[in-house]
């Protein structure tokens, strides 16, 4: 098997990694299925020459099947087939250049497990003209701006408007300047690079096409600010590097890239990032996308040092860091990623799902909305109101102590799996069923409390209402709730013959609890709780038969 010294090169960093460890993935408090298909450390975006040959690697050392079995299968494909093909061969992935062609294609490599489980990694491979192939345009005073044609029949025009120059790199076949058009075969804009821009400097490249982003256009620098940069009917392919400051960056689509926007404010507009990673040191006036989303295992990061308005119509799903504040959140679709976010001004509206993958960190965090799943981890200090569709697999982690952490948790559907837990006090929960997870307000084990020790607070849950969904029997289904003191527990229906599996209800002190057993024909309701005594005489006065259903006043 051949490597190629790059490949080689990003393959040596990553030794040791087929070793897994097995028990990686516990969701809520039961560990489920492993998924056996796992993208280990990925293949980043890789730069070649034109012609200089196949580069091949073993996607072995790259996916990881945890499950010992070594039954991966693996897949690869080419976006643009024309300049850059992909093969396989049992899990080596092989890259063949076009003879003679430079320009940009989008790798995506594939492992997926007889259990149905996938990864994926999606790359960016620009094959670099020769010199024969390359002609540089110059754009300054004398020459505002030149036209160009590629291959596919779309067409683009760079502009620079204000002071500086720039150096465009094009390759291609026969390419000739003649006044503000190129001629040519197989035009490709691999790079710009600017010089002296400064805020009044403006760069726009706007493509036509017989499709929207049927034009690909590679890096562009600049070592001073600009103004604004702006790739319209084009998709930046490259990365862009502005460390003085892009004032207005107007991008309809990126792809596979990473934007420095530098240390000035900013604002950013687009229609689709795909696999993106955007940095500024400064602050995001606003944000406005059709979407931003990771299509594959590799996680992307937005990072600034505050937001005043995010908005997408469709998912936003890289990581999001922002030391200072994010002002207005609202997602059309689903979040995911790691963020960390210093303070956010007002709840975060979220229009599909909180994916599986999310961990998020608030230094504030007044509320959230989601209209589909939530999933991940959650962890701030408090949070007044949080609505969701369902939750799954979740792990909602609030921190203040000696307050109300959770106002009201509103979950239209099943609580599933996961772990609601707060240092001080719950007001109200509604949900259609609590399934195999945890409701614990100033709790330190992570089991039903049984001694007084194990309260960290005396923390209360003021009160909680299931009410099961049309088609589920069991709304209280091996779930447990904790807290000094409980209010009102509307529990709805049990299976107190739960095959062995303890659960159920502890604190110092019970207002009302009502929950009906289906097991055995009965209804249980406990009032005033506030003594191990008086648990067991209501408890005996009404004959029930606990089960698997536990009772505990600590």
């Avoid at 921190?399 to 959770?406: F, I």
């Avoid at 049990?494 to 110092?508: P, S």
């Avoid at 309701?525 to 005594?533: M, S, Y």
């Amino acid at each position: 098997m051949r490597f190629s010294p790059a490949l080689r090169a990003i393959l040596s960093r990553h030794h040791g990694l087929a070793r897994l460890p097995r028990r990686c993935l516990v969701e809520g408090l039961e560990s489920r299925d492993l998924l056996s298909a796992v993208l280990g450390q990925p293949i980043g975006n890789l730069v070649f020459a034109q012609d200089s040959g196949a580069e091949s690697a073993d996607l072995a050392q790259i996916f990881f099947d945890t499950n010992g079995q070594s039954d991966l299968s693996f897949t690869a494909t080419s976006s643009n087939p024309s300049v850059l093909s992909a093969s396989m061969s049992g899990s080596t992935i092989t890259l063949t250049p076009e003879p003679g062609r430079s320009g940009f294609a989008i790798i995506r490599a594939t492992a997926a497990a007889p259990d149905g489980s996938a990864a994926s990694n999606s790359f960016r491979v620009q094959i670099t003209a020769s010199a024969s192939r390359t002609l540089h345009v110059s754009l300054g005073p004398s020459r505002k701006l030149f036209s160009f044609a590629a291959s596919n029949q779309a067409s683009a025009i760079v502009t620079l408007k204000g002071p500086g120059t720039a150096d465009v790199q094009m390759g291609g076949d026969a390419l000739k300047l003649d006044g503000t058009s190129l001629h040519g075969v197989n035009q490709e804009l691999e790079s710009i690079t600017l010089s002296g821009t400064t805020a009044a400097s403006s760069l726009l490249i706007t493509g036509h096409g017989t499709s929207r982003f049927a034009l690909n256009i590679g890096n562009i620098s600049s070592d001073g600010p600009l103004g604004t940069l702006q790739v319209k009917g084009a998709t930046l392919l490259g990365d862009v590097s502005v460390p003085a400051g892009i004032h207005k960056l107007n991008v309809d689509s990126a792809n596979s890239g990473s934007i420095d926007a530098g240390s000035s404010p900013t604002s950013v507009q687009g229609i689709s990032f795909v696999d993106e990673n955007f940095s500024s040191t400064g602050a995001v006036h606003s944000l406005m996308l059709g979407q931003w989303v990771d299509s594959d295992a590799v996680p992307e990061t937005f990072s600034a040092a505050s937001v005043g308005r995010l908005t997408t119509r469709g998912s936003f799903q890289p990581g999001v860091q922002i030391t200072g504040e994010l002002g207005a959140a609202r997602i059309g679709g689903s979040i995911g990623g790691t963020w960390n976010v210093g303070r956010a001004a007002t709840p975060i509206s979220v229009g599909g799902n909180v994916a599986a993958n999310f961990s998020g960190t608030f230094g504030a965090l007044p509320g959230l909305t989601a209209k589909g799943d939530f999933g991940g981890s959650l962890t701030a200090p408090s949070i007044r109101s949080l609505r969701v569709a369902s939750m799954t697999s979740a792990t909602l982690n609030l921190t203040a102590a000696s307050t109300t952490d959770l106002g009201v948790l509103t979950v239209a559907r099943s609580v599933g799996f996961s772990s609601i837990l707060t240092a001080g006090s719950i007001g109200k929960v509604t949900a259609g069923q609590l399934s195999n997870c945890r409701v614990f307000a100033g709790v330190s084990s992570p089991s039903l409390p049984a001694t007084p020790s194990d309260f960290s607070s005396a923390a209360t849950i003021g009160s909680i209402t299931l009410r099961p969904s049309r088609g589920e029997t069991i709304s209280f289904d091996s779930a447990r709730i904790a807290a000094t003191s409980l209010g009102v527990l509307s529990l709805g229906t049990t299976r107190t013959g739960n095959g062995g599996f303890q659960y159920g209800v502890a604190a110092a002190s019970i207002g009302r609890l009502t929950v009906k057993d289906t097991t055995h024909p009965q209804t249980i309701k406990l009032t005033a709780v506030h003594d191990a005594a008086t648990l067991t005489s209501q408890l005996s006065a009404q004959k029930a038969q606990l089960g698997d259903l536990t009772f505990q006043i600590v």
